[in-house]
């Protein structure tokens, strides 16, 4: 069976099976960083019940952003330098945890913001809002502690899909399947679809991780990366029609499949922009995959990618402007940023290899399996800096799709 879906080798990817594993710290590497200044901020544990674990897990969570460099110890007294300081509490009350904190600029000697995170959730969950809100208070971006991330282990005679938390602290079993192909979140990160190829057939199943409930829709031919549309109505799809390649649409609720276009040699669609009006794909007539666009509306086609003969994985960011691919050079990737209104490019050397990212929610990061001398697995990097690490180390880990809570 395995044969049959590696032969479609634009779509399909079959990886060496190693070992697996969630390591409790990290290792940094640097990817062609531009000048980038982290931020240190000060993490004393917290007082209070659970306050020492509270702060041990924000101060991993700040780590992960990668533009910060946390540190147990508070500040020195009378010592003025350009540094943050989180001092914080865990405290019941009505019967609820609730943390209360403060966030402090070490330099100026002053108080930024007062937090106090309250609910019925864990002290986990309080420790998750916290960080991104102090992400957000220092900083322009967006924190990325309160996401979750669903990914492929490969593995013999069967293929699982896991969904864990940014954190890594949790890890759940979605499926088992003799090949599984693609997952992808839906906007929302209310629903996961993904691809199984079991008994000579390629299913597409559809989850509603807010409901637990899950659709099975056979699929005909050989299928390829399901890619949601900005509604949540329906997929945007990959098939063999008649001999040919060919972009669909699957509507969810009738079932219904309605073509796109097709085309010589290999095609694949690869993002849908936010207002449902264009999708990105790659085509391979021949002489090397590229990446297009078409309009939904108009039919109309354009090249994006302008340089290199190896140009993959398009993805829209959520601002719909701009569109990131990766162009490949022999075992070394490029992360190019096209800018769609001005055609400005931004290139990301990373010195390695890299294949399918998958953006972080708010488009500041990047997750991608690939391979350098730290290792083979899942790379986290900040766009911006340039910035990463080896987030989730294991030769079998492929196919991250990454979404809001």
């Not at 910060?68 to 019967?95: D, M, Q």
């Not at 209104?341 to 399918?356: A, H, P, Q, R």
């Amino acid at each position: 069976m395995r044969k049959l879906a590696g032969s479609f080798v634009f779509f399909v990817w079959i990886f060496s099976i190693f070992s697996f594993c969630f390591p409790q710290e990290f290792p940094f590497i640097t990817i062609e960083t531009s000048q980038f200044k982290k931020t240190i901020i000060r993490v004393p544990d917290f007082s209070g019940e659970g306050g020492e674990k509270a702060a041990r897990l924000l101060r991993r969570l700040l780590n992960y952003h990668l533009f910060f460099i946390t540190l147990k110890s508070p500040p020195l007294p009378g010592f003025r330098t350009k540094e943050y300081y989180v001092k914080g509490a865990v405290l019941k009350e009505n019967g609820n945890l609730v943390i209360q904190a403060e966030l402090w600029d070490v330099l100026e000697n002053k108080l930024i913001k007062t937090f106090k995170v309250y609910g019925k959730a864990s002290l986990e969950y309080l420790v998750y809002r916290l960080c991104d809100r102090i992400v957000e208070n220092i900083s322009r971006y967006h924190g990325i502690a309160e996401t979750k991330i669903a990914f492929v282990k490969k593995g013999e005679p069967r293929d699982s899909l896991y969904l864990i938390y940014f954190s890594k602290v949790h890890r759940y079993l979605i499926d088992k399947a003799p090949l599984i192909l693609f997952p992808k979140f839906s906007p929302s990160g209310k629903k996961l679809a993904y691809v199984v190829y079991k008994d000579n057939r390629y299913i597409l199943k559809v989850l509603d991780l807010t409901r637990h409930s899950r659709r099975v829709i056979p699929l005909k031919g050989i299928s390829s990366a399901p890619v949601w549309s900005p509604d949540e109505k329906g997929l945007f799809l990959t098939l063999t029609l008649q001999d040919k390649i060919a972009i669909c649409y699957l509507d969810l609720n009738t079932q219904k499949l309605r073509e796109i276009f097709r085309a010589d040699g290999v095609v694949q669609v690869a993002s849908v922009s936010p207002d449902g009006k264009t999708i990105a794909y790659v085509w391979d007539p021949g002489t090397g995959p590229q990446v297009y666009t078409f309009n939904l509306i108009t039919r109309q086609r354009k090249r994006i990618s302008s340089e290199g003969k190896y140009n993959t994985s398009a993805r829209f960011l959520p601002t719909g402007d701009k569109l990131l691919y990766l162009s490949k050079h022999g075992a070394t990737t490029t992360i190019i940023i096209k800018n769609l209104k001005n055609g400005k490019t931004l290139k990301i050397e990373t010195g390695f290899y890299l294949e399918d990212p998958t953006l972080s929610p708010w488009g500041d990061y990047i997750l991608a399996w690939g391979q350098s001398r730290k290792g083979k697995g899942l790379y986290l990097i900040h766009l911006d800096s340039g910035l990463g690490f080896l987030y989730l180390p294991g030769k079998k880990i492929v196919s991250p799709t990454w979404a809001p809570f």
